[in-house]
């Protein structure tokens, strides 16, 4: 049986039922339905209603699990009101069924909780939005598979030919219609009077109402039905609805079906199972190695685009060109190349810079972002991942308007993201360590938690986060192997579980492996921002001494190259970058130094003698004598023509070597022409002029206006700063203990002014639900009174913005025009002009 208790004065309404709960009750029905409570209402007859409106009710329906979806189903089609005893029965069906019995409480209870059930266990009441929903009818099948019932089915039907189907079934005939549906109701819900009705028919016409049991009910019948077909219309056993159309009546169903509304209750939740088991250290060893990654790849890509990125389409978002480059600059592919660069954007470390020409370029917090130290900048990712509602997946989809979706444009937010990653990693919690979970168990964990609308598995979207979600936490490090590593745990703020899977050997696909199986009870929230930054800091002190700690040094060697046997410090790696191109990456990175490269770090003001003392500083080995060679000869001619802006210019001491420039042919595109023995102009701009120099193998410097080497420094160009997105919620924001608490105090309040009883007034009798009117004098007089005796009053009041309310207030004080008073609808003392007060009136003797 459920928990409640019929109470001693059933509630006539779903108000009154509000009206008998404590705070904590109203508490989990505000948190569970935040619509509920934008705006607070104004008392609890207002959040009855509201609770009501259809689409509160389906948004409700639809956050139900899958048994709580098959009570209120059931309900549906029982009668109004129901007992505990008929909606077991329908559940259970006739044989019973210990899973049912044992988990029908806690779904009714849910029920309850959220206002769509009311009434004790003697008196169940689903409330009118969710049976028009739930019920079935020939526009809207129910789930249930159920049609209409006798008295429904028949209700167009003559009088007469009501007569005949009682009579054909064996039964009495009677006086009116009424008995006769009664009659045959009566029948068709006693099961051994049923079976021997049916133990008659004919074997094909058993098969006819086999076909029909399970749904749809609804069949197609000639004009002439065959002879299976006439005997179970002439007993009532199927019934016309339209012509050419009958219907199997729901009593008669519910016989065939032994008393079960669905054919498949599904009480206890799908068992996540183990599809592989691995030691806790080798998943976290694992994880960890991927953490490290995560931030070192976002670093790649936003350094690629230092020097300004790819530009923003017109609709937004990037090109499909742009994402092709970047998953090759980054050596993976395109969707994933879209999960780091979303990534990016949703930690706040790419964004547009909003100039005319719009680009993507770094933001200013992603220079502070490189300064923390790699557990923290892991943590930064993780964090923004796990909270953000933009969904990289979708990345290369179309829109419902069948328009492309691009990596940071448009349409990629779904509010579902947020919840669906927290609960994907939250299963994975609930495994024992080192347990990785098979990917259909969880998607058909979630399904239960959560039915999908769609009834295709490809539109359904909570599947195909929850899939994007294992993929992407392997990516980003919080998982390893599959399994939830430490780290991860505690960035969902989770203890360790116990008990640890085995330290030995990791088991292979012929071994028999557990079955995790999770109480039926609500999903966890997921954790609010403060919570979510403490879990946060506490996930980075658990990955911080799984990191490999920074390397101050590399190894030179004679074939222009330097090897990295691990990660680099923040200034090596950055000095290395610009000296350097990365030649190829993995446990070790090696660098390559060019011709190239090493002007690159001329540009940036390093001068030889520094780039010699840096690699002697740097190196386990000895600088190669190549590599000095190639330093001294590119410094030799680095910066020996000077480029300036006329359009632009180039002078140099050596009159030669310009004469050698306008000899080669190649610098005709250029177009110089010499204005002084020493300078060269041309009507191409600086920077082209110095790539045109570059590409005939010279290496210009450029210069300012006032004759200076202008230092081209890398990492140089930065968006203006920016915030990261926000999160789009899916209605209401949860409520928080604060609000929660606010608002059950002004409902309870208003709930207080709306129905305490009042004394009538010879002038302006008080009539339910208007406000009091009274004069001004009187009003003023009855306000005065008050203050001498303490007595509580109620009042009719109009804001400054003409909005009317009802208060129940005990006066203090009376002068000037106003009136203080402590206002029982706001729980605070208030002050309050009279002249906004539309008419006061006593309360009742027992009422504050």
Same mark, same amino acid.
């Given at each position: 049986?459920?928990?409640?208790?019929?109470?001693?004065?059933?509630?006539?309404?779903?108000?009154?039922?509000?009206?008998?709960?404590?705070?904590?009750?109203?508490?989990?029905?505000?948190?569970?339905?935040?619509?509920?409570?934008?705006?607070?209402?104004?008392?609890?007859?207002?959040?009855?209603?509201?609770?009501?409106?259809?689409?509160?009710?389906?948004?409700?329906?639809?956050?139900?699990?899958?048994?709580?979806?098959?009570?209120?189903?059931?309900?549906?089609?029982?009668?109004?009101?129901?007992?505990?005893?008929?909606?077991?029965?329908?559940?259970?069906?006739?044989?019973?069924?210990?899973?049912?019995?044992?988990?029908?409480?806690?779904?009714?209870?849910?029920?309850?909780?959220?206002?769509?059930?009311?009434?004790?266990?003697?008196?169940?009441?689903?409330?009118?939005?969710?049976?028009?929903?739930?019920?079935?009818?020939?526009?809207?099948?129910?789930?249930?598979?159920?049609?209409?019932?006798?008295?429904?089915?028949?209700?167009?039907?003559?009088?007469?030919?009501?007569?005949?189907?009682?009579?054909?079934?064996?039964?009495?005939?009677?006086?009116?219609?009424?008995?006769?549906?009664?009659?045959?109701?009566?029948?068709?819900?006693?099961?051994?009077?049923?079976?021997?009705?049916?133990?008659?028919?004919?074997?094909?016409?058993?098969?006819?109402?086999?076909?029909?049991?399970?749904?749809?009910?609804?069949?197609?019948?000639?004009?002439?039905?065959?002879?299976?077909?006439?005997?179970?219309?002439?007993?009532?056993?199927?019934?016309?609805?339209?012509?050419?159309?009958?219907?199997?009546?729901?009593?008669?169903?519910?016989?065939?079906?032994?008393?079960?509304?669905?054919?498949?209750?599904?009480?206890?939740?799908?068992?996540?199972?183990?599809?592989?088991?691995?030691?806790?250290?080798?998943?976290?060893?694992?994880?960890?190695?991927?953490?490290?990654?995560?931030?070192?790849?976002?670093?790649?890509?936003?350094?690629?685009?230092?020097?300004?990125?790819?530009?923003?389409?017109?609709?937004?978002?990037?090109?499909?060109?742009?994402?092709?480059?970047?998953?090759?600059?980054?050596?993976?592919?395109?969707?994933?190349?879209?999960?780091?660069?979303?990534?990016?954007?949703?930690?706040?470390?790419?964004?547009?810079?909003?100039?005319?020409?719009?680009?993507?370029?770094?933001?200013?917090?992603?220079?502070?972002?490189?300064?923390?130290?790699?557990?923290?900048?892991?943590?930064?990712?993780?964090?923004?991942?796990?909270?953000?509602?933009?969904?990289?997946?979708?990345? *290369?989809?179309?829109? =419902?308007?069948? &328009? !492309? %979706?691009?990596?940071?444009? @448009?349409?990629?937010? /779904?509010?579902?993201?947020? $919840?669906?990653?927290?609960?994907?990693?939250?299963?994975?919690?609930?495994?024992?360590?080192?347990?990785?979970?098979?990917?259909?168990?969880?998607?058909?964990?979630?399904?239960?938690?959560?039915?999908?609308?769609?009834?295709?598995?490809?539109?359904?979207?909570?599947?195909?986060?929850?899939?994007?979600?294992?993929?992407?936490?392997?990516?980003?490090?919080?998982?390893?192997? *599959?399994?939830?590593? =430490?780290?991860? &745990? !505690? %960035?969902?703020?989770?203890? @360790?579980?116990?008990? /640890?899977?085995?330290?030995? $050997?990791?088991?292979?696909?012929?071994?028999?492996?557990?079955?995790?199986?999770?109480?039926?009870?609500?999903?966890?929230?997921?954790?609010?921002?403060?919570?979510?930054?403490?879990?946060?800091?506490?996930?980075?002190?658990?990955?911080?001494?799984?990191?490999?700690?920074?390397?101050?040094?590399?190894?030179?060697?004679?074939?222009?190259?330097?090897?990295?046997?691990?990660?680099?410090?923040?200034?090596?790696?950055?000095?290395?970058?610009?000296?350097?191109?990365?030649?190829?990456?993995?446990?070790?990175?090696?660098?390559?130094?060019?011709?190239?490269?090493?002007?690159?770090?001329?540009?940036?003001?390093?001068?030889?003698?520094?780039?010699?003392?840096?690699?002697?500083?740097?190196?386990?080995?000895?600088?190669?004598?190549?590599?000095?060679?190639?330093?001294?000869?590119?410094?030799?001619?680095?910066?020996?023509?000077?480029?300036?802006?006329?359009?632009?210019?180039?002078?140099?001491?050596?009159?030669?070597?310009?004469?050698?420039?306008?000899?080669?042919?190649?610098?005709?595109?250029?177009?110089?022409?010499?204005?002084?023995?020493?300078?060269?102009?041309?009507?191409?701009?600086?920077?082209?002029?110095?790539?045109?120099?570059?590409?005939?193998?010279?290496?210009?410097?450029?210069?300012?206006?006032?004759?200076?080497?202008?230092?081209?420094?890398?990492?140089?160009?930065?968006?203006?700063?920016?915030?990261?997105?926000?999160?789009?919620?899916?209605?209401?924001?949860?409520?928080?203990?604060?609000?929660?608490?606010?608002?059950?105090?002004?409902?309870?309040?208003?709930?207080?002014?709306?129905?305490?009883?009042?004394?009538?007034?010879?002038?302006?009798?008080?009539?339910?639900?208007?406000?009091?009117?009274?004069?001004?004098?009187?009003?003023?007089?009855?306000?005065?009174?008050?203050?001498?005796?303490?007595?509580?009053?109620?009042?009719?009041?109009?804001?400054?913005?003409?909005?009317?309310?009802?208060?129940?207030?005990?006066?203090?004080?009376?002068?000037?025009?106003?009136?203080?008073?402590?206002?029982?609808?706001?729980?605070?003392?208030?002050?309050?002009?009279?002249?906004?007060?539309?008419?006061?009136?006593?309360?009742?003797?027992?009422?504050?």
């Amino acid at each position: 049986m459920s928990d409640e208790k019929p109470a001693a004065s059933a509630p006539r309404s779903l108000a009154e039922s509000l009206r008998a709960r404590d705070d904590a009750s109203l508490a989990v029905l505000l948190r569970s339905r935040p619509d509920l409570i934008t705006p607070v209402p104004t008392d609890l007859t207002q959040l009855a209603t509201r609770a009501g409106t259809r689409a509160s009710v389906v948004r409700a329906l639809e956050r139900l699990d899958r048994f709580a979806q098959q009570t209120a189903q059931a309900l549906a089609v029982a009668g109004d009101p129901a007992t505990y005893a008929e909606l077991l029965g329908l559940t259970a069906g006739d044989a019973g069924d210990p899973a049912v019995s044992a988990a029908l409480p806690r779904a009714l209870g849910t029920l309850r909780e959220q206002a769509l059930v009311w009434g004790g266990d003697d008196q169940l009441r689903l409330v009118r939005t969710a049976r028009e929903l739930l019920a079935p009818s020939a526009q809207h099948p129910s789930p249930t598979g159920l049609g209409p019932t006798v008295r429904e089915a028949t209700a167009g039907m003559s009088p007469g030919r009501i007569q005949e189907l009682v009579t054909t079934a064996g039964l009495p005939s009677t006086h009116d219609s009424v008995s006769a549906v009664a009659s045959l109701t009566a029948l068709f819900t006693d099961r051994e009077r049923m079976a021997a009705l049916l133990d008659g028919a004919p074997a094909d016409a058993l098969d006819v109402l086999n076909r029909l049991v399970w749904g749809p009910p609804y069949g197609q019948v000639t004009a002439d039905p065959a002879p299976r077909l006439r005997w179970l219309l002439d007993r009532g056993l199927l019934l016309p609805t339209t012509p050419g159309t009958v219907v199997l009546p729901r009593e008669v169903a519910l016989h065939l079906r032994a008393g079960r509304a669905h054919r498949a209750p599904e009480p206890v939740p799908p068992a996540v199972e183990v599809a592989a088991a691995h030691p806790p250290r080798v998943v976290d060893a694992t994880a960890a190695a991927q953490a490290y990654t995560a931030p070192a790849t976002v670093e790649e890509l936003l350094k690629d685009w230092d020097e300004g990125g790819p530009n923003v389409l017109r609709a937004g978002g990037l090109s499909v060109r742009d994402l092709k480059r970047t998953a090759v600059a980054l050596d993976v592919s395109e969707p994933v190349a879209a999960f780091w660069v979303e990534l990016a954007y949703a930690a706040g470390l790419l964004a547009s810079d909003g100039e005319a020409d719009e680009r993507y370029a770094a933001t200013p917090a992603y220079d502070e972002w490189l300064e923390r130290p790699a557990a923290e900048r892991w943590g930064h990712l993780a964090q923004a991942w796990l909270t953000a509602t933009r969904t990289a997946g979708l990345v *290369g989809g179309r829109d =419902a308007k069948d &328009r !492309a %979706l691009s990596a940071l444009g @448009p349409g990629l937010d /779904r509010s579902a993201a947020p $919840e669906v990653r927290h609960r994907v990693l939250t299963l994975l919690a609930g495994l024992p360590e080192g347990a990785a979970p098979s990917t259909e168990s969880v998607l058909a964990r979630l399904r239960w938690e959560r039915p999908p609308r769609a009834p295709q598995p490809e539109d359904d979207l909570r599947a195909r986060i929850a899939q994007w979600t294992l993929s992407e936490a392997e990516l980003l490090g919080v998982t390893g192997r *599959g399994a939830l590593s =430490a780290h991860g &745990r !505690a %960035l969902l703020g989770a203890p @360790p579980t116990k008990p /640890r899977a085995e330290e030995t $050997e990791p088991t292979g696909p012929g071994d028999k492996l557990p079955v995790h199986h999770h109480h039926p009870t609500a999903p966890p929230a997921p954790l609010s921002a403060a919570e979510q930054a403490t879990a946060t800091a506490a996930a980075c002190r658990v990955l911080a001494p799984l990191l490999p700690e920074p390397l101050d040094h590399v190894l030179l060697q004679a074939d222009l190259t330097a090897v990295a046997p691990g990660p680099l410090r923040r200034p090596l790696a950055d000095t290395l970058g610009v000296l350097a191109d990365v030649e190829s990456k993995g446990g070790a990175t090696v660098y390559r130094f060019t011709p190239a490269s090493v002007r690159r770090a001329l540009d940036a003001g390093r001068t030889a003698a520094d780039l010699h003392a840096f690699l002697a500083t740097h190196s386990r080995t000895p600088v190669p004598q190549p590599l000095t060679y190639l330093i001294d000869d590119v410094a030799r001619r680095h910066g020996h023509l000077r480029v300036g802006a006329a359009s632009a210019y180039v002078r140099c001491d050596d009159d030669a070597l310009l004469n050698e420039i306008l000899a080669d042919k190649r610098s005709a595109a250029l177009r110089l022409r010499r204005l002084a023995p020493t300078v060269l102009a041309t009507p191409a701009e600086p920077a082209a002029l110095l790539e045109g120099l570059r590409a005939m193998g010279y290496a210009p410097a450029a210069e300012s206006a006032e004759g200076d080497v202008l230092i081209s420094r890398a990492d140089s160009y930065r968006t203006p700063p920016r915030t990261a997105p926000e999160p789009v919620p899916e209605g209401p924001p949860a409520p928080d203990a604060a609000l929660l608490s606010a608002a059950i105090r002004a409902i309870r309040a208003g709930d207080l002014a709306s129905t305490a009883p009042r004394k009538p007034a010879a002038s302006a009798p008080g009539t339910g639900g208007e406000l009091p009117r009274t004069g001004s004098a009187e009003t003023l007089a009855t306000m005065q009174a008050a203050v001498l005796t303490g007595e509580a009053l109620w009042i009719g009041y109009v804001n400054a913005e003409g909005a009317a309310s009802q208060r129940v207030i005990a006066p203090i004080r009376v002068e000037g025009g106003f009136v203080t008073a402590y206002d029982h609808t706001a729980d605070e003392v208030r002050t309050y002009p009279l002249h906004r007060i539309t008419g006061v009136a006593e309360l009742a003797d027992d009422q504050p």
